[in-house]
């Protein structure tokens, strides 16, 4: 099994970036996390982060035939891009929407999510670990 794990603007600068929402850890640290979590559990995974909303278009329909799931944290693109939502939509991979933050408890603008639309789940404010309960949900319902 194969997940490509996407992360969209600003996921980069965790552990600058709003420590007190987002919390310390570096995306580095994160990314080395879900390496890990990935081989304990046997499976490949491909991390990609990107600032531009066409990359993460190009990354999602690169993924069609090649993964079978699709974890995403499209970051600010949430809540603007129709865009991505027609990406996941095209390539019909199971993917899992998660949020570092609780975007519940957030700014009215943050309650809107388009990708949602064509996520089988979303996991939100459980910090970095809502990462591997995504890829573990995936696994398990991939079985």
Known sequence: MKLLILNGPNLNMLGLREPSIYGAETYAALCEKIRAHAKARGIAVDLYQSNHEGDLVDRIQA???DADGI???PGAYTHTS?????AVKSVSIPTVEVHISDVTQREEFRQISYIRL???KTIMGH????YLEAIDYLIETLA
């Open 82 to 86: 129709i865009a991505l939502l027609d």
């Open 127 to 130: 910090g970095t670990d809502g």
């Open 118 to 120: 064509a996520c089988v």
């Open 63 to 65: 993924a069609y035939g």
């Open 71 to 73: 974890v995403i944290n």
